[in-house]
């Protein structure tokens, strides 16, 4: 069975760090796409960042791009999102989202709150 859990949300100042960390668990046979989405209060969940399975090509959203990295660690099915010089604006839920063979599994999500 297939899980997507994140964690590592929390509360930071603004132009504070936070790494997000998604372990995706029981994909079998080859490696999901993995990628972050932000859901800010009131608004649509948008892509923030997102790696590929096979060489690890990511991509970012314009607004994080430069402050935020993605990375994965293969071995330990894990997905992280790196967030440096954190803005108010970045405040939201971050959703982990994989996908295999066109199946979309989301995390519950974390709470990302950046305030002063």
């Known amino acids: 069975q297939v899980h997507v859990v994140e964690s590592g949300g929390g509360l930071v100042q603004p132009g504070g760090s936070l790494r997000l960390s998604c372990v995706a668990s029981?994909?079998?046979?080859?490696?999901?796409?993995m990628s972050w989405y932000h859901q800010a209060p009131g608004k649509e969940r948008e892509l923030v960042a997102a790696?590929?399975?096979?060489?690890?090509?990511?991509q970012y959203a314009d607004s994080v791009k430069g402050r935020f990295t993605i990375s994965r660690d293969n071995a330990l099915n894990t997905v992280y999102l790196q967030m440096n010089s954190l803005k108010t604006e970045d405040t939201g839920v971050y959703y982990c989202?994989?996908?295999?063979?066109?199946?979309?599994?989301w995390g519950q999500g974390t709470q990302v709150t950046v305030s002063s």
């Open positions: 989202k994989a996908v295999q063979y066109g199946i979309v599994h």
């Open positions: 029981g994909f079998t046979f080859s490696r999901p796409s």
């Open positions: 790696i590929t399975s096979n060489i690890g090509s990511t």
